[in-house]
């Protein structure tokens, strides 16, 4: 912070400034340094004119690059046809030789959707017996919730429907409630839920209407 101050009080441009204390051996990432300099300024009453270059790290041209988060996306999609990433496919085996971690959780999740997915809640004991020690933290929350997680394995219904009807009732709320109130929120949620029932008729709302 000392050598910030008195860089900035000497003047000095923001981009001089944090490559010197980066340089000085400073492990801030630049977005963080950038926005402790304008703060250091600010509170000190400074006035500075601040650098408008965009810092972007890139790497030689040589060298492939594979981010965490596509080789997650990879790894835990078993329709590859769905996910074209033709850079991993040709160095997956050499990320699995050099991490075979990467192998040990493509087969966990593989195991896990073939039981959450299958028909038979009992696999689900197995499952936790073979990786509780591997995955302690998520088998202790898979027995907290064991009877939940067998249900929905072996109940073909889902929540789709509940969610479905709740997401609808919260895209009515934001057009009407706090314009039109309470009230009017009821009476526009129930017609719009009104139309899924077998006997709905428009004809029967229009003539109620009319008539009041």
Avoid: W
Avoid at 34 to 52: D, F, H, Q, T
Avoid at 119 to 137: G, H, M, Q, V, W
Avoid at 168 to 196: D, E, P, W
Wanted: some cysteine; aromatic content about 10%; hydrophobic content about 40%.
């Amino acid at each position: 912070m000392n050598i910030i101050f008195k860089m900035l009080k000497d003047g000095i441009s923001q981009e001089y400034i944090m490559a010197y204390v980066l340089e000085k051996g400073c492990k801030a990432s630049l977005r963080y340094l950038k926005n402790y300099i304008n703060l250091v300024a600010k509170n000190n009453g400074m006035k500075y004119k601040k650098e408008s270059t965009f810092i972007k790290t890139t790497y030689p041209k040589d060298i492939i690059v594979i981010t965490r988060l596509e080789l997650l996306k990879y790894i835990l999609t078993l329709d590859k046809e769905k996910l074209k990433n033709e850079t991993i496919e040709q160095n997956i085996e050499i990320i699995i030789e050099k991490y075979p971690v990467v192998k040990d959780i493509q087969n966990i999740f593989k195991d896990f959707h073939d039981v959450i997915f299958g028909a038979n809640p009992e696999k689900l004991d197995s499952f936790i017996e073979k990786y509780e020690a591997r995955i302690n933290t998520f088998c202790k929350g898979l027995k907290k919730d064991i009877a939940p997680v067998k249900n929905a394995i072996s109940n073909p219904i889902s929540s789709g429907f509940v969610e479905g009807n709740n997401n609808k009732f919260k895209l009515i709320k934001r057009i009407v409630y706090g314009k039109q109130k309470i009230v009017n929120l009821f009476k526009k949620s129930f017609l719009a839920f009104l139309v899924t029932l077998d006997d709905f008729s428009i004809d029967e709302i229009v003539s109620g209407i009319l008539d009041s």
